[in-house]
């Protein structure tokens, strides 16, 4: 759904996908078998016939979708709302009621789908209708409406006028009770359309007249051509078996399902559940001590490791037993590089050779010779992603080599032995007792001390 | 880029056979290794029980519809638009300076936490830095960055400050350098607008998917502008597209009322999370910590939270009056956040 203004067609096709459905629904309800037993209601003196109670739609939403009370109630008071059934006893409240009040199915001739868009001729005739019918009749809104549509239609008011007397003449050949309910379907159709500015739906109608989009697929040789582009290179592609990658999904959810607070929860607590903001202290970014789930998510793969400032810091101090330090340096110099700023990529690739490429540099990384031939060739041009093959080779480098060495040995191990497992605290026992909730600083204001700092020193 | 115009012997005419065959080709080379489906595979994980979900926090303040929303990587505070408020402070309720901009579709916070980044119907998107005197005119530290030739339906900035990739009602999504405004790469491969988009959290870094109007959803590669892959499997507009945490599969909610599940390397769509009951299109998505929980916002005002492994729905939020225009995992995942026309924010956990 977009917010573009109709091209042309007219067509808005996100509302008549949901009205779609809706009468789907409506119809299955009207079903002669399946669909709700309707009775007979009395309205004041007169008898309604093929009327249904709030309650019997909530029951019957309930039993057909197998859905809880509350949810059939909201999916009932939809239905309500977009005007498929309309209540008979206070038709300005589109509110589905859970009891004995009336409702009836809106024909489907008045249904916002069928007669869309609501013209102001017709509202006008209507407002007319309702005038003559029974002079003051018109609630506050309706009037001021009725006069703002006589002044900008006025060429056509002779028309309004002899449209609605020709409706009532009609109706009045009709019996009683059919006279009724065609005005009671009426009324309920211009509330939905035309409703007082005070219900929420009449800035759904705004919206509704906004939200249109140009349906015609582009046809032109441009994006046609780039289809079949496209088309030539997936049909090359390589993919995988299903039970593969389905496979890894779930090993994937198992796998972090401890570390998913939604799911199982988190220690000591969720602070958002119990106003404890313990659970955030202990896992800033830089800790003492940090928590075991934390040095336990850095093994699942590479990248939780290198995502973590701390166990970042961690592998970086291995590496250095390791004397293959330079290489991470490396990789944090190429990823400065190809997020950084644009004008400062040169002088960035000038440092990295400097330091990491050169023949005889301080910190020289060990690449193949292919990718650094391509490499320095590049950096004579040099631009952002200049050093990615590099990067890429040295980033593997660490992955299949360092990382699992890191994850058996002694640094990590102990890291994980000190690692602590909070207690859990459950919600405060004395609810009403609300804790006092401090401010953090922002992360603006922590760069802000920092510089401050730095420009003293 | 290959053709210019029509080559001799074609016409559109014969360019849209060759286009239709070879579509009609790639779904049978899709179908080639799908040898098992997702419900099949998830039978011999457990059944999830009832979620307690509630709202925890209603945050008011918003003098309309709230648009979109970000979170702060430090978990507690998010922007939010329609106007722009920054750093809302949500633990507190701290509210941070607002800027007086109507219809914000897309907003995001800087990775450092230092700017926000803001665009929609003026066909910009900007960046503010975020300062701490709050009576400090921000409106005049705005800064263009993007320009659209239409409205810009998402932000995201990339790992810096320094790079944004954008979305638009042009149909084209760019990256964009922040500090001179220039455009690196812009992508064009959709034939209506694009209302979402999503960065890959994958170890290279590299790819982004989109979803527009044209109802496909499709993942380029942000060095050379390509569009890598394309599913278009939805009824009607995409509305939003989110990676699921490994990087290897995204979700997509759509007006036709159904969210849907696409794994990048079978390269094909898995699951669709439907029910006969929900009438009204999902607007937005977003993926629990694990990857387990698919929690999708939709236009009848509720929040349906899905098994993304079995495909049933486990758990439906009530709250909001009015559509729910954007969901959020916090970024350690403690919470949801949620974005309504009805005027609030709404956090759940």
Same mark, same amino acid.
Not at chain 1, 134 to 160: A, C, P
Not at chain 2, 236 to 242: G, L, R
């Given at each position: ?19 779609? !459905?809706?009468? !789907? ?433 | ?349």
């Amino acid at each position: 759904m977009t917010i573009n203004t109709l091209a042309k067609g007219g067509w808005h096709r996100d509302q008549m996908a949901c009205f779609r !459905k809706m009468e !789907k629904v409506i119809v299955a309800m009207q079903d002669p078998d399946m669909g709700m037993k309707m009775r007979n209601q009395r309205l004041l003196i007169t008898v309604i016939p093929h009327a249904m109670t709030g309650r019997d739609v909530i029951n019957w939403l309930m039993q057909k979708y197998n859905m809880c009370e509350e949810e059939a109630l909201h999916l009932g008071g939809m239905l309500v709302r977009y005007g498929y059934i309309y209540p008979l006893k206070e038709p300005r409240s589109l509110v589905l009621r859970a009891d004995e009040s009336p409702y009836r199915f809106q024909t489907p001739y008045f249904w916002t789908s069928t007669r869309w868009p609501a013209t102001e001729l017709d509202y006008a005739i209507y407002l007319a209708k309702k005038n003559i019918r029974k002079q003051g009749e018109l609630m506050e809104y309706e009037k001021e409406r009725y006069s703002v549509l006589h002044k900008r239609i006025n060429h056509t008011w002779d028309f309004v006028v002899m449209q609605a007397r020709e409706q009532l003449r009609a109706s009045k050949q009709r019996r009683k009770a059919d006279r009724i309910v065609l005005e009671c379907q009426e009324q309920a159709y211009w509330l939905i359309n035309r409703p007082p500015v005070s219900l929420t739906l009449s800035t759904f109608r705004i919206y509704f007249i906004a939200h249109f989009v140009c349906v015609c697929v582009c046809v032109c040789t441009f994006c046609l051509c780039l289809q079949i582009e496209f088309c030539r290179r997936a049909l090359g592609r390589n993919r995988v078996k299903s039970s593969i990658c389905l496979e890894g999904f779930v090993k994937y959810s198992e796998q972090y399902l401890s570390h998913d607070p939604i799911m199982q929860g988190c220690l000591p607590s969720n602070p958002w559940i119990s106003d404890d903001t313990a659970h955030w202290t202990m896992n800033t970014e830089v800790v003492p001590i940090p928590s075991r789930l934390r040095v336990e998510r850095w093994s699942f793969s590479f990248m939780e490791l290198l995502n973590d400032a701390m166990g970042r810091r961690e592998f970086m101090t291995y590496l250095e037993k390791e004397f293959s330090a330079e290489n991470l340096c490396f990789w944090q110099a190429c990823e400065d590089i190809r997020h950084g700023e644009n004008s400062r990529i040169v002088e960035k690739v000038e440092e990295v050779y400097k330091n990491f490429l050169a023949p005889g540099a301080a910190r020289w990384v060990n690449i193949d010779s292919k990718t650094m031939d391509k490499t320095l060739k590049g950096i004579q041009h040099p631009h952002r992603f200049v050093m990615d093959d590099a990067q890429m080779h040295i980033y593997f480098l660490m992955k299949k080599d360092s990382f699992p060495r890191y994850l058996k040995s002694d640094l990590y191990k102990n890291m994980l032995a000190k690692a602590i497992v909070p207690q859990e605290v459950k919600k405060s026992v004395f609810p009403f007792m609300r804790r006092q909730r401090h401010s953090s600083p922002s992360p603006a204001q922590a760069v802000a001390q920092a510089s401050e700092e730095e420009g003293r020193a | 880029m290959a053709c210019q115009g029509l080559q001799k012997g074609e016409t559109l005419a014969s360019l849209k056979t060759e286009s239709d065959g070879l579509k009609k080709k790639l779904e049978v080379e899709r179908g080639k290794l799908n040898d098992v489906e997702l419900h099949q595979v998830a039978e011999k994980t457990e059944v999830l029980g009832a979620l307690s979900i509630k709202t925890r926090r209603v945050l008011k303040g918003h003098g309309a519809k709230v648009l979109c929303m970000d979170w702060c990587k430090d978990k507690r505070r998010l922007v939010s638009s329609s106007q722009v408020r920054t750093s809302t402070d949500l633990w507190t309720r701290e509210h941070g300076v607002s800027l007086p901009c109507t219809w914000v579709m897309a907003c995001a916070y800087a990775p450092s936490g230092c700017a926000v980044a803001c665009g929609g119907l003026d066909n910009k998107c900007s960046v503010i830095p975020l300062s701490l005197d709050k009576d400090e005119n921000l409106a005049a530290k705005k800064k263009s960055v993007a320009m659209h030739t239409n409205y810009v339906s998402g932000c995201t900035f990339t790992n810096s400050d320094m790079q944004m990739l954008t979305s638009s009602g042009d149909g084209t999504c760019a990256l964009w350098d922040v500090e001179s405004g220039q455009l690196l790469q812009s992508f064009h491969g959709h034939t209506a607008d694009v209302l979402s988009l999503d960065l890959a959290p994958s170890e290279t870094g590299n790819t982004f998917v989109s979803g527009g109007c044209d109802r496909k959803a499709n993942v380029w590669d942000m060095r050379s502008g390509q569009n890598i892959q394309s599913f278009e499997s939805h009824e009607s507009d995409i509305n939003c597209v989110k990676y699921y945490p490994s990087g290897d599969a995204f979700a997509s909610a759509s007006d036709d009322a159904t969210c849907r599940f696409y794994d990048l390397r079978a390269d094909r769509e898995v699951a669709v999370y439907q029910k006969d009951s929900i009438v009204f299109g999902a607007s937005t998505v977003d993926f629990s910590l694990s990857g387990r929980l698919l929690f999708a916002g939709y236009n009848d005002y509720t929040i349906n939270a899905w098994d993304v492994l079995k495909g049933n729905r486990v758990s439906i939020l009530f709250g909001h009056e009015n559509r729910v225009s954007r969901v959020k995992l916090s970024p350690d995942g403690t919470a949801i956040c949620s974005a309504s026309w009805d005027n609030t924010l709404r956090i759940w956990a």
